[in-house]
């Protein structure tokens, strides 16, 4: 079965009927069968026999329709995963979450009948509640959106991996998460050609048609126009693809290289790094560095598919690993809730947790694509994180390295001095830096050019708490000084 849940007003009944006539089979809802079985409209069940009945029955209904199995596309009610032998059961279907988000669904809610949407505290609480159910049972996640999970099951079938799928104003995709998704076909037009570097070549693009040297010093445009001339030197024409497999360098050049090849041509990104699955491949954006600045040169191309194959992290070493943690626990203070309960707790980076962090990437770039306001928090931790690596030289310290820092940072000047100690812990476990020698004078030198660049309060990332991130808060410069200088002791 493919089994819709999500919260009330997310549009299950509606998307079980789109993929239902997707996929020529039946769509069943179950609040519809159990207004039929006590012979009154749900809201009249709540009312004469009250919840707890309604949810007995409701359990009943669905562990029957659940253990039929078949092709339809169920609907199931909003509360349904309140119950553990549903949720259970649920473990052998498709089950897709219908994304939306409280405001959202209090709007489109208001003004019906349904007897659970009348207060709007009572209704915040019912969905803080019960959304770490519905992720702990959906394999996908596809936004509240006409039409979208109709789509998406066009472009991955009815496939039990990981996906979410991402939808920006200029285009969909899904980003599949697990182990073995990189031979997932993605319906990319054409032949995809390979565009990789040396070092993961022989691990895992053999045989690519395009090898870049590793590193940040390859991102430039003189690879870019080597990339450029190979693809036409091999044929390569408007009706075929790129294909990146790689880091993050190799996702953001080859992507450039797609997006600007014959006017822009799909691109699939394979990422093989911690960092470029649970950010540089997802999202659209692609550049080259200039020698006077990084990723100066780019444009915004959303991929056709994101394949986050977790066998590739097999061959990535520590280090590297590391680097990408730092994004991790970026991610996690961005999200909160049960990816920031898992990251606290210093669990593995497993397929969970990277499938939580590509969502909650895919969620801020959804809200703004183009950097306008909210993808801003992304840069959680960055301002100090950039400073410092101008100021030592990339050569010195790794960009993953000094995001950690730049967390450290963030955090003092939230003043969350619990939270800071936790993130310092975490840091200090993958054996990444929680202090740094460094002219503190020019850190704060550096950050301040950064920040007249792009106007008078671009300011900083603060965290209320994990979930809650701001972007655009003002600081006053003694703060960062203390900030830093903490960092130096
Ligand atoms: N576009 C975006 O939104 C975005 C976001 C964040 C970062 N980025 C960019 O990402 C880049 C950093 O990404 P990165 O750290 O992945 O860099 P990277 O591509 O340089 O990879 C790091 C190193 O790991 C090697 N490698 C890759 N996969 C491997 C594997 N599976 N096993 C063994 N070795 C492997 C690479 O050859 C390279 O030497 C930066 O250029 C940064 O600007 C872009």
């Known amino acids: ?127 803080a509640r019960r959304r770490p159910l519905y992720e702990e049972v959906a394999r996908w996640v596809v936004p509240s959106r006409r039409g979208a999970v109709a789509r998406a099951i066009r472009a991955v079938g009815a496939r039990p991996v990981r996906m979410v799928w991402a939808a920006t104003a200029s285009g969909e995709y899904p980003v599949l998460v697990g182990h073995g998704v990189r031979d997932h076909d993605t319906g990319a037009p054409g032949r995809g050609w390979v565009v990789t570097d040396r070092t993961v070549e022989p691990l895992w693009a053999a045989g690519a048609d395009v090898v870049v040297p590793p590193g940040e010093q390859a991102k430039t445009v003189e690879t870019a126009s080597a990339v450029w001339r190979k693809l036409v030197q091999l044929g390569a024409t408007r009706g075929d693809h790129v294909r990146a497999v790689g880091g993050g360098c190799v996702t953001d050049l080859a992507g450039f290289c797609a997006a600007t090849y ?38 915004y191309h959303q991929p056709q598919a994101v394949l986050a194959d977790l066998d590739t992290l097999g061959t990535l070493p520590a280090a590297l690993h590391a680097e990408g943690y730092a994004e991790v626990v970026k991610t996690a203070l961005i999200a909160g809730g049960g990816l920031w309960e898992r990251v606290a707790r210093g669990d593995d980076v497993d397929e969970d947790v990277v499938f939580a962090c590509a969502r909650t990437k895919v969620a801020v ?125």
């Open 1 to 127: 079965l493919i089994v819709l849940v999500g919260f009330m007003g997310a549009g299950k009944s509606t998307a079980a009927r789109e993929l239902a006539a997707e996929t020529g089979a039946a769509a069943v809802d179950a609040d519809a069968l159990l207004a039929e079985r006590f012979g009154m409209p749900v809201a009249e069940v709540f009312e004469r026999h009250g919840e707890a009945e309604f949810r007995r029955a409701e359990e009943e209904v669905v562990t029957g329709l659940l253990a039929r199995g078949g092709d339809d596309v169920v609907a199931l009610g909003g509360g349904a995963v309140e119950s553990p032998r549903v949720r259970e059961a649920l473990r052998e279907h498709l089950v897709i979450l219908l994304d939306v988000d409280a405001e959202t669904a209090w709007a489109r809610c208001q003004g019906s009948k349904r007897p659970l949407a009348r207060d709007r505290d009572a209704f915040e609480a019912l969905f």
């Open 262 to 299: 014959q006017r822009g041509i799909p691109v699939v990104q394979v990422p093989t790094t911690l960092l470029a699955m649970v950010d540089a491949a997802i999202g659209g954006k692609t550049a080259v560095d200039l020698p006077e600045a990084k990723n100066y040169v780019g444009a």
């Open 365 to 489: 770039v959804a809200a703004d694509e183009r950097d306008g306001g909210m993808r801003q928090v992304l840069n959680l931790g960055h301002t100090v994180a950039h400073a410092i690596e101008t100021v030592l030289g990339y050569a010195t310290i790794t960009h993953g390295r000094a995001v950690g820092l730049g967390l450290l940072a963030a955090l003092r000047l939230s003043a969350q001095d619990e939270l800071r100690r936790e993130v310092a812990g975490l840091l200090a476990a993958k054996e990444l830096p929680t202090r740094i020698d460094v002219d503190v004078d020019e850190v704060l030198r550096v950050a301040r050019r950064d920040k007249k660049r792009t106007g008078a309060d671009v300011p900083f990332v603060l965290v209320a708490e994990p979930g809650d991130v701001r972007h655009g808060q003002a600081v006053p410069d003694a703060a960062v000084r203390a900030a830093v200088e903490e960092l130096t002791r």
